[in-house]
């Protein structure tokens, strides 16, 4: 077994060297060939097919990188937008929710959703905004995007019976809880006490605890009954 180190410094070399020989990469970062083949053997989301080394899942790998201590600012660029909305589709449907992406509402308002998770019994919905960015942020615009995506919830909520026919489980829906998931750990956890903010590998923590942290962030649910009666944002 390989300690924790030995594993680290080769994390961000298959991420940028994806696809090429492993005889290539193993001169590139001067060590045997051998070596890193059984490196690769412990790398999660990574094989080796024919002579090359292909990364199959880049976000099960970085999020491996980022428990071991590597900078989140620097893995993130090896990472898509899609990488994020792919799997907290993936922990949401491992909790038993019935999961849709890139759900698209035309009329009477225009908007787009990443994820939505729904739990048919309780009618809990999670709304989620993948959010990938490659650095920090600020307090105010992380507030800003908060704010955005609640109204973007309450607008769809509105709006929600529109779609029914395409997304039927949608009809379901009870109350919805707003939710950004970002690569790096934010500096704001909760937004007007309607918004979630975490990053993408605390979501399985988030989804096992929900209630503890609504909770601990005192952070109300939107209810669809309280948006249709009300012209105004709650």
Same mark, same amino acid.
């Given at each position: 077994?390989?300690?924790?180190?030995?594993?680290?410094?080769? !994390?961000?070399?298959?991420? *940028?060297?994806?696809? *090429?020989? =492993?005889?290539?990469?193993?001169?590139? +970062?001067?060590?045997?060939?051998?070596?890193? *083949? /059984?490196?690769?053997?412990?790398?999660?989301?990574?094989?080796?097919?024919? @002579?090359? !080394?292909?990364?199959? @899942?880049? +976000?099960?790998?970085?999020?491996?990188?980022?428990?071991?201590?590597?900078?989140?600012?620097?893995?993130?660029?090896?990472?898509? &937008?899609?990488?994020?909305?792919?799997?907290?589709?993936?922990?949401?449907?491992?909790?038993?929710?019935?999961?849709?992406?890139?759900?698209?509402?035309?009329?009477?308002?225009?908007? *787009?959703?990443?994820?939505?998770?729904?739990?048919?019994?309780?009618?809990?919905?999670?709304?989620? @905004?993948?959010?990938? &960015?490659?650095?920090?942020?600020?307090?105010?615009?992380?507030?800003?995007?908060?704010?955005?995506? !609640?109204?973007?919830?309450?607008?769809? +909520?509105?709006?929600?019976? &529109?779609? =029914?026919?395409?997304?039927?489980?949608?009809?379901?829906?009870?109350?919805?809880?707003?939710?950004?998931?970002?690569?790096?750990?934010?500096?704001?956890?909760?937004?007007?006490?309607?918004?979630?903010?975490?990053?993408?590998?605390?979501?399985?923590?988030?989804? /096992?605890?929900?209630?503890? =942290?609504?909770?601990? +962030?005192?952070?109300?649910?939107?209810?669809?009954? @309280?948006?249709?009666?009300?012209?105004?944002?709650?």
């Amino acid at each position: 077994m390989y300690n924790v180190e030995q594993m680290r410094q080769f !994390i961000e070399p298959v991420l *940028e060297y994806d696809g *090429e020989a =492993v005889e290539s990469i193993s001169k590139k +970062l001067h060590v045997s060939k051998n070596f890193l *083949e /059984q490196i690769i053997r412990f790398l999660p989301g990574v094989v080796i097919e024919g @002579d090359k !080394i292909v990364v199959r @899942d880049r +976000l099960l790998l970085a999020i491996y990188g980022l428990r071991l201590g590597l900078p989140a600012k620097r893995l993130s660029k090896y990472l898509s &937008w899609s990488d994020f909305e792919k799997l907290s589709a993936q922990i949401l449907s491992s909790h038993g929710y019935l999961v849709y992406t890139n759900l698209r509402l035309t009329k009477p308002k225009r908007l *787009e959703i990443d994820v939505i998770g729904i739990d048919v019994g309780p009618g809990r919905s999670i709304v989620i @905004d993948c959010k990938h &960015w490659k650095y920090g942020i600020s307090p105010s615009s992380l507030l800003e995007v908060g704010r955005k995506h !609640i109204n973007r919830v309450i607008t769809f +909520l509105r709006y929600a019976s &529109w779609v =029914v026919r395409k997304y039927p489980y949608i009809s379901k829906i009870k109350y919805a809880i707003p939710v950004i998931v970002t690569f790096t750990t934010p500096k704001i956890r909760q937004v007007n006490h309607r918004a979630i903010i975490i990053n993408i590998n605390e979501l399985n923590n988030f989804l /096992q605890d929900i209630h503890l =942290v609504l909770d601990e +962030l005192n952070v109300k649910p939107i209810s669809i009954d @309280d948006v249709l009666k009300t012209n105004t944002l709650i």
